[in-house]
C-alpha cells in the first residue's frame, strides 16, 4: 500500500538511513499514536532500499530468547519448526550469542544492510534490564554488521530514558494526521466499482460524525468499511441519484449516530444474550419471596448478574462497608443507637462528597460479616458454603483483596463491584440501600 | 470454596463415598496436619468400591453381610437410573446455545481461513478482518458447573469445527509466558481433552507432538499450522470423508485429526509417544462404556447439532476458550488478544470467552486498544435455575426412579442451591448422599427397588428382614386400621404379608405419580396470581406439598382466593393450562382421566356463559339503546345529573346479577378443585410404607452436605479420635483429658478451665503435668521445679497454634497472659 501524506517522514527516514554502503545509525525511534503510519512508512522506506528487514511485535517477547530466535530466523529465512527439529533452528539465549550469531548470520549472506522493526518497544523496557541498551549500541557490539534497530512505540522517548546505559536513538515523530489527509486516506478505500465523487462525499459524512469520537484511522476504518452498504443501498436499489447527498445523509443518519455509542466496542450483535437475560429476569424475580417489582425498573439490563441468594446480601453489605465510614456502623444497623449529635451535620456535608469520589475503602473481614448479618435478618448459621460465596465473589472481581498485613487473622477487601450492579442486585433482594447509605440516609 | 479446592487437589480425588465414610470435613479443613493413609492408586490395584465402605447404621447380627448386599445392590440400581436420565439431560441441556455458538464459531473460522488461504488479498478487505471473532459465552456464578458446560462444548467442538481446541484457565495463565505455552502446546499437542474425561488416562492427554516450552510462539505455531494445511491437502481422505456424524462422532475424533500420520520426516521420537497413545486411547475409551452404543443421547445432540453445519472446512480454525475471564490478570489478557489479532492471517483463532457475570466485564479488563481487536458475539447459556427445573422434574418426580425425596430433604438441597450456589451439581451430589444415606441407614430400604424387581426379591425376603418391615411405623397404623383377623394375618403369615406389601407398594407408585401431575396442575393454576403465594415454580409448590397437606397450608388458602378473585379470561387461560398438564400426563391413571374430564366439562360451561353473557351484553344495549341514551356514553350535562344518577343506579342493579352466575360457576371450580387436591394431594408420610420408598431425615445429610467449619474445629480438638481414628485417643467421656492426645488438644482443654486472662505459667505447669505423665516414675525426684525443655518447647507450638486458629491472642493488659478469645467450655 503506498503512503500518503508522510512525505517529511519518509524523506527524513531516507536520508537517515542512507544509501547503499554507507553506514546505517546504531538505532531509530519512530513515535507517534497508534494508526500514525510508522510501521508502514518504516517498512516502505527499507523495502525501497532494499535493506534485508525483521519485524518483531515486542508484545510476545516474554522473554528475550524469543526476540533473538525471532529475528535471527527472519533474517535467515529459516522457519522455526517443530518437525525440521531442533537442531536446525537457531538457539540463543543471552545477548552474547545473539551477537556472535548476528555476524555470523550476516557473514554467510554478504554482509546485506539489515534492519530490525521493533513494534511496540515499550514493552522491552519491562523484559530485561540489559535488553534495550543492548539493542540501542548493536552497532558498536557488531562492528563489521551493518544493522540498524527501528524502535516504535507510542511512546516518547522520555519514557525509554529510566534504563542505565540508554542511547539516544534518531528521532522521527509522526503527528495526527489532519482531517484532510484523513479524508485522502480514506479515499483509497474505495471499492472499484463506485464512482470516486460518491465516495468522496460518503468519506467526509463519516468523518464529520465521527472525527469527534476518534482520530484512530484504524477505528475510522473500520467504520467506513461497515457503513459502506447501507449508504449505498438506496443509490443500487434505485430510489436516490448518486449525487443527491443530502437524502443520502438523512438516510444514513440515524445509523450513524447509533453506531457512535459503539466506537471500539466491535460486538457483533447480542440477540440471543439478550433473549435469555430476559428469561433470567424473570426467573429472579420469581426466585425470591419478595414482592414483584416492575421489571422496567431494570434499569440495564446487563447490569443484571444471577447470584445466589446469600451472595447477593454479601456483596450489598460489601458495597455498605466500603463506602459508610465505620463509625456509622452503629447508626445504621444497631436498633437502638442513642441519638445523633447535631454538631455533626456540619461534618457530614464534607464527607458526604468525599466518600463516593473517593471510592470504596477497604474494610476487615469481621465487619462484612457482621454488616451482612444484620441486614439479613433471619438467622444463619456461618457455614462453609457462606465463606465459598465470598471467595466466589472475589474471582468474579466484584470484591478484590486489599492490601492488610496478615492475610490469614484478619484478611480485607474492598467492593469494586459497579454501581449499577449493586443497584440492580438490592432491587432483587428488596433492600432500600440508600436507607442504609451514609451521606444519603 | 476451601473445601472444594482442596477436594480437587488433593493428590488423590476423595470421592463422596469415601468423604461420607472415612474422611470428614476435619480432614479436609486442615486442623491437625496428619496425613491420612491412603491406599497407593496403582492401575492394577484393586479398586477400592464404595462397597468395602457400606456400613450399616444398625444392628442386624448374622443379617447383616446379606442386609449389606441387598441395600448396596438397590443402592447401585438406583443411582444408575439417576445417573442415566441426568446425563441425559447434562447432554441436552445448553443444547441450544451451543448450537447457535458452534454455528458461529464454524462461520467465523470459514471466514477467517478464507482469508488466511489468500493473504494477497486487496488491503481493504484484510483490513476488514482486522478483528479477532470471539463468542462471548455467559455461563453464570455457578461454579462447579461449569467444567462439565466446557467438557461437552469441547467434545462438541472436535467433533464439528475442529481437532484443534485449546482450553485455558485463569490459574495456570498468571503470566504471558504461562499463557502462550499452555495454548500453543494444547493447539498442536491436540486431540488430548478427548481423553480426558477419565483421569486416570490424564498420561494420555499429549496426543499430538511434544512441544518445548522455549518452542511456544506464535511463529511456531503457524508454522506447524501451515504444515497441517498441507498435509491435509496430500491425504484429501481424512478432511473429505462423507461425515456420517451420525454413525460415529467418537471415531472421527481421532482419524479426522491430521496428525493420523507422522510427520514425513519426524524424527522417530515424535512418532513414538503420541501416535501409540492415541491409538491404546481409543479402544479403552470403547470399553470403557459400553452403554455408549449407537442412539445414545449426546450422540443425538452431537449429530443434531452437526448435520446443521456444513461439511468441516479443510481448513479448521484453532479455537481458544478462555474458561474463566474474569480471574485472568488483564493485562495477560489484552496481551493474548493483542497477538491473536496480530497473527490473524497466519493463523485462524477464534476465541471464547467464558464470563460468569456481565459480557461488560471483556471490556473492562481488557484494554481500549485490545478490545478493538475484537469482533464478539454474546451468547448466554442456560440459566441453573432452568436446569435444576429441569433436574426436578425429571429425575426426582418421575415413577422410572423408585427412591424419592421427602420433604424436608428436598427443601434442605433446594435451600442450599438457591441460597448457596445455583449449582446443579451440588445439587445432584447432595442428592447422591440423600440416596446413600436412605440405602445405608433405613432397613427398610431393601424393598426400594424398581417395581419390575419387586416379586422377586420379595421372594427372598427372610422373616427376620420381613419383621424389620412390620416394625415400620406406617405400616402398624395399617395393620391397626386393619379388621382383627387381618391383623393376625398380617402379622403372622409371611407370604400373606409379602403379598400385601407388595400391593401396598405398587400403590405408593401409583400414588406418586399421581401427586406429581396433581403438584404440577397446581403450579399451572397457581403461578400467574399476583404475588404468587404458591411460587412459580413447580419446585416451589413440589416443597409445599411433600411435607405437608397442600389444602391446609396458608399459602393454599392465598392462592385460593386469588383464583376465586380471577376474571373469565384469566380464569379460563388459566384452566387451559391445567388441561395442557393434564392432557400430558394422565396416562393410564383413572381419576385423572376424570379429573381431565371434569375439567373440560367446565370449561366448556365457562365458555358458553361467555358467549350467554355475550348475548345477555347485546340484548341490554339494545334495551339502552331503545332507551334512547345511547348506552354507557353518557354526556354530562347539568340537566342531566338526574338521569345520570337513575342510568347509574339501573347498572348498578343489574352487575350483581348478571356476574353472579359466573361468579358460582366459578366458586364450582375452585371447590371441585380444591377437594381433589384435599383427597390426592397428602404428603407423602400418609401413604402406609412410605419409609421404604421416601427418604425424609434430613438431619443425617445436613451434617454431610452442610460443612460447619466451627464446630468441625470444635469437635477435632475436643475429641481428635473422631478424625483421627487412632487407637491412642479413644476417650471414654468428652471432656476427659489423656496423655496420649495431640498437644494441641491437651493445650485447647485445658485453655477452657480458665477465665478471659489465661496465665501463661499456670497453664505451662498444667500441661506439663498432663503431658508429662508418661516418664513420671522414672525421673519423678529429678523433675523438681525444672520443666523439660522439649516438653516447654512442645507447649509453646500448641499455644502459638491456638492462636493461629484464633482461640487467643496475645495482650497488653497483664503480663505473661494471654486473652481468650471463645467463651465457655464447650
Ligand atoms: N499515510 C498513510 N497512507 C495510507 N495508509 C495509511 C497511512 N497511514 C496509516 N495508514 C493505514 O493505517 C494502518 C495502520 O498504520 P500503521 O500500522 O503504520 O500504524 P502504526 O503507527 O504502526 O500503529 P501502531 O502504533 O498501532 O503500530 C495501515 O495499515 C494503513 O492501512
Ligand atoms: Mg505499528
Not at chain 1, 530490525?116 to 554488521?145: F, K, W, Y
Not at chain 1, 474471582?395 to 449499577?420: M, R, T, W
Not at chain 2, 434430613?698 to 481428635?720: D, I
Not at chain 2, 495431640?742 to 485453655?751: E, Q, T
Given at each position: 500500500?503506498?503512503?500518503?501524506g508522510?512525505?517529511?517522514?519518509?524523506?527524513l527516514?531516507t536520508?537517515?538511513?542512507?544509501?547503499?554502503?554507507?553506514?546505517?545509525?546504531?538505532?531509530?525511534f519512530?513515535h507517534?499514536?497508534?494508526g500514525?503510519g510508522k510501521?508502514?512508512?518504516a517498512?516502505?522506506?527499507?523495502?525501497c532500499?532494499?535493506?534485508?528487514?525483521s519485524?518483531?511485535?515486542?508484545?510476545?517477547?516474554?522473554?528475550?530468547q524469543?526476540l533473538?530466535e525471532?529475528?535471527?530466523?527472519?533474517l535467515?529465512g529459516?522457519?522455526?519448526?517443530?518437525?525440521?527439529?531442533?537442531?536446525s533452528?537457531?538457539?540463543?539465549?543471552s545477548?552474547?550469542?545473539?551477537?556472535?550469531?548476528?555476524?555470523?548470520?550476516?557473514?554467510t549472506?554478504g554482509?546485506?544492510?539489515?534492519?530490525?522493526?521493533?513494534?511496540h518497544?515499550?514493552?522491552?523496557?519491562d523484559?530485561?534490564?540489559?535488553i534495550?541498551?543492548?539493542?540501542?549500541r548493536?552497532?558498536?557490539l557488531?562492528p563489521?554488521?551493518n544493522?540498524?534497530?527501528i524502535f516504535m512505540?507510542t511512546?516518547s522517548?522520555?519514557?525509554f530514558?529510566?534504563s542505565?546505559?540508554f542511547?539516544e536513538?534518531?528521532v522521527?515523530?509522526f503527528?495526527?494526521?489532519?482531517?484532510d489527509?484523513?479524508l485522502k486516506?480514506l479515499e483509497?478505500?474505495r471499492p472499484?466499482?463506485?464512482?470516486?465523487e460518491f465516495?468522496k462525499?460518503?468519506?467526509?459524512l463519516?468523518?464529520?460524525?465521527?472525527?469527534?469520537?476518534?482520530?484512530?484511522?484504524?477505528e475510522l476504518?473500520?467504520?467506513?468499511q461497515?457503513?459502506?452498504?447501507v449508504?449505498r443501498?438506496p443509490?443500487v436499489?434505485?430510489?436516490?441519484?448518486e449525487?443527491d447527498?443530502?437524502?443520502l445523509?438523512?438516510n444514513?443518519?440515524p445509523?450513524?449516530?447509533?453506531?457512535?455509542?459503539?466506537?471500539?466496542?466491535?460486538e457483533?450483535?447480542?440477540?440471543?444474550?439478550d433473549?435469555?437475560?430476559?428469561?433470567?429476569e424473570?426467573?429472579?424475580?420469581d426466585l425470591?419471596?419478595?414482592?414483584s417489582i416492575?421489571?422496567?425498573s431494570?434499569?440495564?439490563k446487563?447490569?443484571?448478574?444471577?447470584?445466589?441468594l446469600?451472595?447477593?446480601?454479601?456483596?450489598?453489605?460489601?458495597?455498605?462497608a466500603?463506602?459508610n465510614p465505620?463509625?456509622t456502623?452503629?447508626?445504621?444497623?444497631m436498633?437502638?443507637?442513642?441519638?445523633?449529635?447535631?454538631?455533626?451535620a456540619s461534618?457530614k456535608a464534607k464527607?458526604?462528597?468525599?466518600?463516593?469520589?473517593?471510592?470504596?475503602?477497604?474494610f476487615?473481614?469481621?465487619?462484612l460479616?457482621?454488616?451482612f448479618?444484620?441486614?439479613?435478618?433471619e438467622e444463619?448459621?456461618?457455614?462453609?458454603?457462606?465463606?465459598?460465596?465470598?471467595s466466589?465473589?472475589?474471582?468474579l472481581?466484584?470484591l478484590i483483596?486489599?492490601?492488610?498485613d496478615?492475610?490469614?487473622?484478619n484478611?480485607?477487601?474492598?467492593?469494586v463491584?459497579?454501581h449499577?450492579v449493586?443497584?440492580?442486585v438490592?432491587?432483587s433482594?428488596?433492600f432500600?440501600?440508600?436507607?442504609?447509605?451514609y451521606?444519603?440516609? | 470454596?476451601?473445601?472444594q479446592?482442596?477436594y480437587?487437589t488433593s493428590?488423590?480425588?476423595i470421592?463422596?463415598d469415601e468423604l461420607?465414610?472415612?474422611a470428614k470435613?476435619?480432614?479436609?479443613?486442615g486442623?491437625f496436619?496428619?496425613?491420612r493413609?491412603r491406599?497407593s492408586?496403582?492401575?492394577?490395584?484393586p479398586?477400592?468400591?464404595t462397597l468395602?465402605y457400606?456400613s450399616?447404621?444398625l444392628?442386624w447380627?448374622?443379617?447383616?453381610?446379606?442386609?449389606?448386599e441387598l441395600?448396596?445392590?438397590?443402592?447401585?440400581r438406583?443411582?444408575t437410573i439417576?445417573?442415566d436420565i441426568l446425563?441425559e439431560?447434562?447432554?441436552?441441556?445448553?443444547s441450544?446455545?451451543?448450537q447457535?455458538?458452534?454455528t458461529?464459531?464454524?462461520?467465523?473460522?470459514r471466514?477467517?481461513t478464507?482469508l488466511?488461504?489468500a493473504?494477497?488479498?486487496p488491503s481493504s478487505?484484510v483490513?476488514?478482518?482486522?478483528s479477532?471473532?470471539?463468542?462471548c459465552?455467559?455461563?453464570g456464578?455457578?461454579m462447579?458447573d461449569r467444567d462439565?458446560?466446557?467438557d461437552?462444548?469441547?467434545?462438541?467442538?472436535?467433533?464439528?469445527?475442529?481437532?484443534?481446541?485449546?482450553?485455558l484457565q485463569s490459574k495456570?495463565?498468571?503470566?504471558l509466558?504461562a499463557?502462550?505455552?499452555?495454548m500453543?502446546s494444547?493447539l498442536?499437542?491436540?486431540?488430548g481433552?478427548?481423553?480426558?474425561?477419565d483421569?486416570?488416562?490424564?498420561e494420555?492427554?499429549?496426543?499430538?507432538?511434544?512441544v518445548?516450552r522455549r518452542q511456544c510462539?506464535?511463529?511456531?505455531l503457524s508454522?506447524?499450522y501451515r504444515?497441517?494445511?498441507?498435509?491435509?491437502e496430500?491425504d484429501?481422505g481424512?478432511?473429505?470423508?462423507?461425515?456420517k456424524?451420525?454413525?460415529?462422532?467418537?471415531?472421527?475424533a481421532?482419524?479426522?485429526?491430521p496428525r493420523?500420520k507422522?510427520?514425513p520426516?519426524s524424527?522417530?521420537k515424535?512418532s513414538?509417544?503420541?501416535v501409540?497413545?492415541a491409538?491404546?486411547?481409543?479402544?479403552?475409551?470403547?470399553e470403557r462404556?459400553p452403554?455408549e452404543?449407537?442412539g445414545?443421547p449426546r450422540?443425538?445432540?452431537?449429530s443434531?447439532?452437526?448435520?446443521?453445519l456444513?461439511e468441516?472446512?479443510?481448513?479448521p480454525?484453532?479455537?481458544?476458550?478462555?474458561?474463566d475471564l474474569e480471574?485472568f490478570?488483564p493485562?495477560?489478557?489484552?496481551?493474548?488478544v493483542?497477538?491473536?489479532s496480530?497473527?490473524?492471517?497466519?493463523v485462524?483463532?477464534v476465541?471464547?470467552f467464558?464470563?460468569?457475570?456481565?459480557?461488560?466485564k471483556v471490556?473492562?479488563?481488557l484494554?481500549h486498544?485490545?478490545s478493538a481487536?475484537l469482533a464478539?458475539?454474546v451468547f448466554?447459556?442456560e440459566p441453573s435455575?432452568?436446569?435444576l427445573t429441569?433436574?426436578?422434574?425429571k429425575v426426582l418426580?418421575?415413577t422410572?426412579?423408585?427412591f424419592?425425596?421427602g420433604?424436608r430433604?428436598f427443601?434442605?438441597?433446594?435451600?442450599i442451591?438457591l441460597?448457596n450456589?445455583?449449582?446443579?451439581?451440588n445439587?445432584i451430589k447432595?442428592l447422591k448422599?440423600c440416596m446413600m444415606e436412605?440405602?445405608?441407614?433405613h432397613?427398610?430400604?431393601?424393598?426400594c427397588?424398581?417395581?419390575?424387581?419387586?416379586?422377586a426379591?420379595?421372594?427372598?425376603?427372610?422373616?427376620?428382614?420381613?419383621?424389620?418391615v412390620?416394625k415400620?411405623?406406617?405400616?402398624?397404623t395399617?395393620?391397626?386400621?386393619?379388621?382383627?383377623?387381618?391383623?393376625?394375618?398380617?402379622?403372622?403369615?409371611?407370604s400373606?404379608?409379602?403379598?400385601?406389601i407388595?400391593s401396598?407398594?405398587?400403590?405408593?407408585d401409583?400414588w406418586y405419580?399421581?401427586f406429581?401431575?396433581?403438584?404440577k396442575?397446581v403450579n399451572a393454576l397457581?403461578?400467574r396470581?399476583?404475588g404468587?403465594?404458591?411460587?412459580?415454580?413447580?419446585?416451589?409448590v413440589l416443597?409445599?406439598?411433600?411435607?405437608?397437606?397442600?389444602v391446609?397450608?396458608?399459602e393454599?388458602?392465598e392462592?385460593?382466593?386469588?383464583v376465586r378473585n380471577?376474571a373469565r379470561?384469566?380464569?379460563?387461560t388459566?384452566?387451559q393450562?391445567?388441561l395442557?398438564?393434564?392432557?400430558?400426563?394422565h396416562?393410564e391413571?383413572?381419576?385423572?382421566s376424570?379429573?381431565l374430564?371434569?375439567?373440560?366439562?367446565l370449561m366448556g360451561r365457562?365458555?358458553s356463559m361467555?358467549q350467554?353473557?355475550?348475548?345477555?351484553?347485546?340484548e341490554e344495549?339494545?334495551?339502552?339503546?331503545?332507551?334512547g341514551s345511547g348506552?354507557a356514553?353518557?354526556?354530562l350535562g347539568p340537566?342531566d345529573?338526574?338521569?345520570?344518577?337513575?342510568?347509574l343506579?339501573?347498572?348498578?342493579?343489574?352487575?350483581?346479577?348478571?356476574?353472579?352466575k359466573?361468579e358460582s360457576l366459578?366458586?364450582e371450580?375452585?371447590h371441585f378443585?380444591?377437594d381433589?387436591f384435599?383427597?390426592?394431594l397428602q404428603p407423602?408420610?400418609?401413604?402406609?410404607?412410605h419409609?421404604?420408598?421416601?427418604?425424609?431425615s434430613s438431619?443425617?445429610?445436613?451434617r454431610q452436605?452442610?460443612?460447619?467449619?466451627?464446630?468441625?474445629?470444635?469437635?477435632?480438638?475436643?475429641?481428635?479420635?473422631h478424625?483421627?481414628?487412632c487407637k491412642?485417643?479413644?476417650?471414654e467421656?468428652?471432656?476427659?483429658?489423656?496423655?496420649?492426645?495431640?498437644?494441641l488438644?491437651?493445650?485447647?482443654?485445658?485453655?477452657?478451665?480458665?477465665g478471659?486472662?489465661?496465665?501463661?505459667y499456670d497453664?505451662?505447669?498444667?500441661?506439663?503435668?498432663v503431658v508429662g505423665q508418661?516418664?513420671?516414675?522414672?525421673?519423678?525426684?529429678?523433675?523438681?521445679?525444672k520443666?523439660?525443655e522439649k516438653?516447654q518447647?512442645r507447649?509453646?507450638l500448641a499455644?502459638s497454634?491456638?492462636?493461629?486458629?484464633?482461640?487467643?491472642?496475645?495482650t497488653?493488659?497483664k503480663t505473661?497472659?494471654?486473652a481468650r478469645?471463645t467463651w465457655g467450655a464447650?
Amino acid at each position: 500500500m503506498e503512503v500518503c501524506g508522510r512525505d517529511a517522514q519518509v524523506k527524513l527516514l531516507t536520508g537517515l538511513l542512507g544509501q547503499e554502503g554507507t553506514l546505517m545509525p546504531s538505532s531509530v525511534f519512530l513515535h507517534g499514536h497508534s494508526g500514525t503510519g510508522k510501521t508502514l512508512v518504516a517498512r516502505h522506506v527499507l523495502q525501497c532500499l532494499g535493506v534485508l528487514m525483521s519485524h518483531i511485535n515486542c508484545i510476545e517477547v516474554y522473554c528475550p530468547q524469543v526476540l533473538f530466535e525471532a529475528v535471527l530466523s527472519q533474517l535467515t529465512g529459516s522457519v522455526p519448526s517443530l518437525t525440521t527439529g531442533q537442531s536446525s533452528s537457531i538457539s540463543c539465549d543471552s545477548l552474547g550469542e545473539f551477537v556472535h550469531h548476528l555476524a555470523t548470520v550476516s557473514h554467510t549472506l554478504g554482509q546485506p544492510r539489515m534492519a530490525i522493526m521493533l513494534e511496540h518497544s515499550e514493552r522491552l523496557r519491562d523484559c530485561a534490564a540489559n535488553i534495550l541498551p543492548g539493542l540501542c549500541r548493536l552497532q558498536e557490539l557488531t562492528p563489521d554488521v551493518n544493522i540498524t534497530v527501528i524502535f516504535m512505540s507510542t511512546l516518547s522517548l522520555e519514557k525509554f530514558r529510566i534504563s542505565t546505559g540508554f542511547m539516544e536513538p534518531l528521532v522521527v515523530h509522526f503527528p495526527q494526521y489532519s482531517k484532510d489527509e484523513l479524508l485522502k486516506i480514506l479515499e483509497k478505500l474505495r471499492p472499484p466499482t463506485t464512482s470516486e465523487e460518491f465516495f468522496k462525499n460518503y468519506i467526509s459524512l463519516v468523518l464529520s460524525v465521527f472525527y469527534h469520537a476518534t482520530r484512530d484511522l484504524a477505528e475510522l476504518m473500520h467504520q467506513v468499511q461497515q457503513h459502506f452498504e447501507v449508504y449505498r443501498e438506496p443509490v443500487v436499489q434505485g430510489e436516490v441519484e448518486e449525487d443527491d447527498v443530502r437524502r443520502l445523509w438523512r438516510n444514513i443518519e440515524p445509523h450513524l449516530k447509533k453506531a457512535m455509542s459503539t466506537v471500539y466496542l466491535r460486538e457483533v450483535s447480542r440477540t440471543h444474550y439478550d433473549k435469555m437475560q430476559k428469561l433470567i429476569e424473570t426467573n429472579t424475580k420469581d426466585l425470591l419471596p419478595s414482592e414483584s417489582i416492575g421489571l422496567d425498573s431494570f434499569s440495564s439490563k446487563t447490569a443484571m448478574v444471577e447470584l445466589p441468594l446469600y451472595s447477593r446480601y454479601l456483596l450489598v453489605a460489601a458495597h455498605l462497608a466500603s463506602y459508610n465510614p465505620a463509625r456509622t456502623d452503629r447508626r445504621f444497623f444497631m436498633k437502638h443507637h442513642g441519638k445523633q449529635r447535631k454538631t455533626q451535620a456540619s461534618i457530614k456535608a464534607k464527607e458526604r462528597c468525599s466518600s463516593h469520589l473517593v471510592g470504596p475503602k477497604s474494610f476487615p473481614l469481621d465487619r462484612l460479616m457482621a454488616i451482612f448479618y444484620s441486614i439479613v435478618e433471619e438467622e444463619i448459621t456461618p457455614t462453609a458454603s457462606l465463606f465459598t460465596q465470598l471467595s466466589t465473589l472475589l474471582s468474579l472481581q466484584l470484591l478484590i483483596p486489599s492490601g492488610g498485613d496478615d492475610a490469614l487473622q484478619n484478611p480485607k477487601y474492598k467492593c469494586v463491584a459497579p454501581h449499577e450492579v449493586v443497584h440492580s442486585v438490592c432491587k432483587s433482594i428488596n433492600f432500600d440501600l440508600s436507607r442504609y447509605t451514609y451521606g444519603q440516609a | 470454596m476451601v473445601i472444594q479446592q482442596r477436594y480437587q487437589t488433593s493428590s488423590v480425588t476423595i470421592t463422596w463415598d469415601e468423604l461420607y465414610n472415612g474422611a470428614k470435613l476435619g480432614d479436609l479443613i486442615g486442623v491437625f496436619a496428619f496425613k491420612r493413609q491412603r491406599q497407593s492408586k496403582s492401575k492394577n490395584g484393586p479398586r477400592v468400591s464404595t462397597l468395602d465402605y457400606w456400613s450399616q447404621a444398625l444392628e442386624w447380627g448374622e443379617e447383616g453381610e446379606a442386609f449389606k448386599e441387598l441395600t448396596y445392590r438397590n443402592y447401585t440400581r438406583c443411582w444408575t437410573i439417576a445417573s442415566d436420565i441426568l446425563q441425559e439431560l447434562q447432554d441436552n441441556i445448553h443444547s441450544r446455545v451451543f448450537q447457535s455458538l458452534i454455528t458461529y464459531i464454524d462461520r467465523a473460522g470459514r471466514k477467517l481461513t478464507s482469508l488466511t488461504v489468500a493473504p494477497d488479498l486487496p488491503s481493504s478487505l484484510v483490513h476488514s478482518l482486522a478483528s479477532v471473532p470471539t463468542a462471548c459465552l455467559v455461563t453464570g456464578v455457578n461454579m462447579p458447573d461449569r467444567d462439565a458446560t466446557f467438557d461437552s462444548l469441547v467434545g462438541l467442538l472436535r467433533a464439528s469445527v475442529t481437532p484443534h481446541v485449546a482450553r485455558l484457565q485463569s490459574k495456570e495463565c498468571s503470566t504471558l509466558r504461562a499463557a502462550m505455552y499452555k495454548m500453543i502446546s494444547q493447539l498442536i499437542g491436540g486431540g488430548g481433552w478427548a481423553t480426558l474425561e477419565d483421569d486416570e488416562e490424564e498420561e494420555v492427554v499429549m496426543a499430538g507432538p511434544k512441544v518445548k516450552r522455549r518452542q511456544c510462539t506464535m511463529a511456531v505455531l503457524s508454522v506447524w499450522y501451515r504444515e497441517q494445511l498441507s498435509t491435509g491437502e496430500e491425504d484429501p481422505g481424512h478432511t473429505k470423508s462423507p461425515i456420517k456424524a451420525t454413525q460415529s462422532p467418537r471415531k472421527r475424533a481421532y482419524p479426522s485429526s491430521p496428525r493420523k500420520k507422522p510427520f514425513p520426516g519426524s524424527p522417530s521420537k515424535l512418532s513414538r509417544s503420541p501416535v501409540k497413545r492415541a491409538l491404546s486411547g481409543s479402544p479403552s475409551k470403547t470399553e470403557r462404556d459400553p452403554q455408549e452404543v449407537e442412539g445414545s443421547p449426546r450422540k443425538k445432540i452431537k449429530s443434531s447439532i452437526i448435520s446443521q453445519l456444513p461439511e468441516r472446512s479443510s481448513k479448521p480454525p484453532l479455537v481458544v476458550i478462555l474458561e474463566d475471564l474474569e480471574s485472568f490478570h488483564p493485562r495477560v489478557l489484552s496481551d493474548l488478544v493483542l497477538i491473536c489479532s496480530e497473527y490473524r492471517q497466519a493463523v485462524p483463532i477464534v476465541l471464547v470467552f467464558g464470563v460468569a457475570t456481565t459480557p461488560d466485564k471483556v471490556h473492562q479488563s481488557l484494554s481500549h486498544n485490545a478490545s478493538a481487536c475484537l469482533a464478539m458475539e454474546v451468547f448466554r447459556a442456560e440459566p441453573s435455575t432452568h436446569y435444576l427445573t429441569r433436574v426436578i422434574e425429571k429425575v426426582l418426580m418421575s415413577t422410572k426412579l423408585p427412591f424419592h425425596l421427602g420433604g424436608r430433604p428436598f427443601k434442605l438441597l433446594l435451600d442450599i442451591f438457591l441460597y448457596n450456589d445455583l449449582s446443579v451439581e451440588n445439587f445432584i451430589k447432595g442428592l447422591k448422599v440423600c440416596m446413600m444415606e436412605h440405602f445405608m441407614g433405613h432397613a427398610s430400604s431393601v424393598l426400594c427397588c424398581p417395581a419390575a424387581n419387586r416379586p422377586a426379591l420379595l421372594r427372598n425376603v427372610t422373616s427376620a428382614q420381613l419383621d424389620l418391615v412390620r416394625k415400620l411405623p406406617s405400616f402398624k397404623t395399617f395393620v391397626e386400621a386393619a379388621p382383627p383377623k387381618e391383623q393376625v394375618a398380617l402379622l403372622l403369615d409371611d407370604s400373606h404379608t409379602k403379598e400385601v406389601i407388595l400391593s401396598l407398594l405398587d400403590k405408593v407408585d401409583v400414588w406418586y405419580a399421581r401427586f406429581c401431575v396433581l403438584v404440577k396442575v397446581v403450579n399451572a393454576l397457581t403461578n400467574r396470581i399476583p404475588g404468587a403465594p404458591l411460587g412459580r415454580q413447580v419446585r416451589e409448590v413440589l416443597a409445599v406439598c411433600l411435607s405437608r397437606p397442600l389444602v391446609d397450608t396458608e399459602e393454599f388458602q392465598e392462592a385460593e382466593k386469588g383464583v376465586r378473585n380471577m376474571a373469565r379470561e384469566e380464569l379460563l387461560t388459566v384452566l387451559q393450562n391445567v388441561l395442557d398438564v393434564l392432557k400430558e400426563h394422565h396416562g393410564e391413571d383413572k381419576v385423572l382421566s376424570e379429573l381431565l374430564n371434569e375439567v373440560s366439562l367446565l370449561m366448556g360451561r365457562l365458555s358458553s356463559m361467555d358467549q350467554l353473557t355475550q348475548t345477555e351484553e347485546e340484548e341490554e344495549e339494545e334495551e339502552a339503546s331503545a332507551d334512547g341514551s345511547g348506552g354507557a356514553a353518557v354526556t354530562l350535562g347539568p340537566s342531566d345529573r338526574f338521569r345520570l344518577r337513575e342510568k347509574l343506579l339501573e347498572m348498578a342493579k343489574k352487575k350483581p346479577k348478571k356476574s353472579s352466575k359466573y361468579e358460582s360457576l366459578r366458586s364450582e371450580v375452585v371447590h371441585f378443585l380444591s377437594d381433589t387436591f384435599t383427597s390426592h394431594l397428602q404428603p407423602p408420610t400418609s401413604q402406609p410404607l412410605h419409609e421404604v420408598l421416601f427418604f425424609h431425615s434430613s438431619q443425617a445429610v445436613k451434617r454431610q452436605l452442610v460443612g460447619l467449619p466451627r464446630p468441625a474445629l470444635t469437635t477435632a480438638l475436643a475429641n481428635p479420635h473422631h478424625y483421627l481414628q487412632c487407637k491412642c485417643c479413644q476417650l471414654e467421656e468428652p471432656s476427659s483429658l489423656v496423655t496420649s492426645l495431640p498437644d494441641l488438644s491437651v493445650a485447647y482443654k485445658l485453655h477452657l478451665e480458665c477465665g478471659r486472662l489465661i496465665n501463661l505459667y499456670d497453664w505451662l505447669q498444667a500441661f506439663v503435668s498432663v503431658v508429662g505423665q508418661e516418664d513420671e516414675e522414672d525421673e519423678s525426684s529429678a523433675r523438681s521445679k525444672k520443666i523439660d525443655e522439649k516438653l516447654q518447647a512442645r507447649f509453646v507450638l500448641a499455644v502459638s497454634e491456638l492462636q493461629f486458629l484464633g482461640f487467643i491472642k496475645p495482650t497488653k493488659r497483664k503480663t505473661d497472659h494471654v486473652a481468650r478469645l471463645t467463651w465457655g467450655a464447650c
